[in-house]
């Protein structure tokens, strides 16, 4: 589909004494009965009043109004309200801080890919026609497949009326199936843009008498949108579609990802916040420890090890957990904190805390465990290693902390932070656990694809995007056996040292039903390890942030000043695009800034002044400060928290692609100028 586009806002900075009435001007494509829906929905969703006029071609004048009389100056929330659904999107929707972050980590590295990966076998007749045509009615009656992303202000869903699921049909030989699981990978998906699940076939090699081996699929989705969860749920709407010809009947299925933030926004938090005060992991925790000879040698990028154990090795892993009264997931838990443990050089007793994901499919709302957004996160577990603890004393711990997790699987990880008196940002631990159970297709749908001679296996995963420097991935095969992939930051651990980890945790769970004396020892476990070398896993490298101010024209001396604000989640190449293409004697700037919503913005105003100055001779040109996306809303707060005189003009756009961005910003540069005259 066509790029949504973007659009910018252009005023003058609010004083914050500003009286009743604020004007400013859209410019961007905007028909005037769009404009005026843009406008009823901000005034539903903000204090503000907002109407529009239209000003011209392709321009309208915004007129904000404080709603109860007060000081008329909106927040940068309201002019990103007004710039995404002017954009194009039907409704947005608030998400959690773990969706944040991904959402965070997937437009400030958008090379990292940041997608998830499954694969499965398709044997029988593929109708292609019908085939395409049964994802594009999921996408219609699943809210979460027309969904993108907005980070102008603070990340969250945007939803739209459609969205075009791509499905690509390559013949045998093409290309090795290897290489299209990185090729796919790599290529990512354009965040703002909803279709964020995309499918390929590929034909597998011919038979003798004329057949074919089954076709290859690979499904590739956005890992801020979907879990692998939520991905199975689609699936399964997939296959009833197909096989009614490629058509679902009823309407948009409710609830969805809409009702999910209204059911969490509701919640009462007392209890959780009482249980988090209690249960969260000291700072003296163990954590792993850093190399002196810094990051570990190897290619950049993710990499991946698996391991299992047999079918054999599983059912005595599960029957010697079940007599201790846990599960396997619970001894995969008591073992990782040993090994963390062991990483860290801890002695004696030792808090030690990794992340548990959970799919919060569970939780106490109607219908949630049918929504196949994402609805769960990582939440930190912390049990105290003892080595002369008994080992089913380090289990039950274990246990006994993912029950109580199970209860505050709806908490977002963000208000654990602060909590618990974390920085925001900051990540709440290293490692991860993921365990998930196989999901298996209804009989009755199976019937159906094989009436029509068709048959399908259960999906395998087959890559995902890290998150943490490492996540390690549990999951039951189809023969019983327990399969255990290691997924990490070759920044934060070399391919060696993650081989060896993944390793030393079968060795441990093997060894698990060999303790069968209530006395045995968690010190009896570490000494299997004793003489093999220590794996480490280093935090993850912090973003190149760049100088804080660049000139990057030079321009007339007596001409304006264009201020670039540059934050995190800027649309990767819109300043590039503007500073090449923009034909005005301005001279251009860029200053780095604080990301919109960690705090007021005001920090950064105290560079504004000598911007004018700087490098060139004092001249009568004025200070225009511009930004895409998040540098939008970080240049409007820091123009706002400026001494009155300083700025001229604020020129902001929502997200787009890069050339999109630097378009919008044009247009607003050349209002501005047209003000001037």
Not at 42 to 63: I, K, N
Not at 345 to 351: K, R
Request: with cysteine; net charge neutral.
């Amino acid at each position: 589909m066509s790029d949504e586009p973007v659009l910018a806002v252009v005023l003058a900075p609010v004083p914050t004494g500003s009286g009743p009435a604020v004007e400013a001007e859209l410019c961007g494509p905007l028909d005037p009965g769009r404009a005026e829906a843009v406008a009823a929905r901000v005034t539903q969703r903000h204090a503000y009043t907002v109407t529009v006029e239209p000003s011209g071609a392709g321009r309208h004048t915004l007129r904000v109004e404080h709603a109860h009389g007060g000081p008329a100056r909106p927040g940068a929330a309201v002019l990103a309200d007004v710039l995404a659904l002017a954009g194009g999107a039907r409704e947005t929707v608030t998400v959690t801080g773990h969706q944040q972050d991904l959402i965070r980590a997937a437009v400030e590295e958008p090379a990292g890919g940041h997608v998830g990966q499954v694969a499965w076998n398709w044997t029988g007749p593929v109708d292609l026609a019908r085939f395409t045509a049964a994802w594009l009615s999921v996408a219609d009656r699943e809210t979460v497949l027309r969904a993108a992303f907005d980070w102008t202000h603070l990340p969250r869903l945007v939803l739209h009326e459609w969205a075009e699921i791509d499905v690509a049909h390559l013949a045998h030989g093409a290309v090795s199936w290897s290489d299209l699981i990185e090729r796919d990978r790599l290529r990512g998906f354009a965040p703002h843009r909803p279709g964020l699940l995309r499918v390929t076939l590929m034909e597998g090699p011919p038979r003798p008498g004329g057949t074919r081996a089954p076709t290859r699929v690979l499904l590739t989705y956005h890992r801020a949108l979907l879990d692998e969860r939520g991905v199975h749920l689609l699936l399964r709407e997939f296959y009833r579609a197909y096989v009614r010809g490629g058509t679902l009947p009823g309407r948009e299925r409710r609830p969805d990802v809409r009702d999910h933030a209204r059911w969490l926004a509701r919640q009462r938090t007392e209890n959780a916040r009482a249980y988090w005060a209690t249960t969260a992991a000291p700072p003296e925790t163990a954590a792993p420890e850093a190399p002196d000879d810094g990051a570990p040698d190897g290619p950049p990028g993710t990499g991946r090890v698996h391991r299992r154990l047999r079918p054999p090795q599983t059912t005595r892993l599960r029957t010697w957990a079940a007599m201790r009264g846990a599960g396997e997931s619970s001894a995969l838990h008591a073992v990782w904190a040993l090994l963390l443990y062991r990483a860290a050089g801890a002695t004696g007793p030792t808090p030690v805390s990794f992340g548990v994901h959970l799919s919060a499919r569970d939780i106490p709302m109607e219908g949630a465990a049918g929504i196949p957004g994402l609805l769960g996160n990582p939440l930190p577990m912390t049990v105290t290693v003892d080595p002369a603890e008994p080992v089913a004393g380090l289990l039950g711990q274990a246990r006994d902390a993912a029950l109580d997790l199970a209860v505050h699987a709806w908490v977002p990880a963000d208000r654990v932070r602060v909590w618990t008196g974390r920085n925001p940002d900051a990540e709440l631990f290293e490692t991860g656990i993921v365990f998930d159970n196989r999901v298996e297709l209804p009989p009755a749908l199976l019937a159906e694809l094989r009436a029509q001679d068709v048959e399908v296996d259960a999906p395998r995963s087959i890559s995902a995007h890290p998150g943490l420097p490492l996540t390690l991935a549990a999951r039951h095969e189809a023969d019983g056996g327990l399969a255990l992939t290691a997924r990490y930051d070759r920044r934060c651990l070399g391919d060696v040292d993650a081989s060896a980890l993944l390793s030393h945790c079968v060795r441990l769970l093997r060894s698990l039903p060999d303790h069968r004396d209530p006395q045995s020892a968690v010190g009896d476990l570490l000494e299997l390890l004793q003489g093999f070398e220590v794996p480490r896993v280093l935090p993850r490298p912090p973003v190149p942030e760049g100088p804080d101010v660049a000139v990057l024209r030079a321009g007339d001396p007596s001409a304006d000043t264009i201020v670039l604000v540059r934050t995190p989640g800027v649309p990767v190449g819109a300043y590039e695009a503007l500073v090449r293409h923009h034909r005005g004697p301005e001279r251009i700037v860029s200053l780095r800034a604080a990301r919109p919503g960690d705090g007021d913005g005001g920090g950064d105003a105290s560079a504004l002044p000598g911007l004018l100055g700087a490098g060139r001779p004092a001249g009568p040109g004025r200070l225009v400060l511009c930004g895409a996306g998040p540098g939008g809303a970080a240049a409007y707060e820091m123009a706002c928290a400026a001494a009155e005189g300083t700025v001229a003009a604020v020129v902001l756009t929502g997200v787009g692609s890069g050339p999109g961005c630097a378009g919008a910003l044009a247009a607003g540069l050349k209002s501005v100028r047209a003000r001037s005259r």
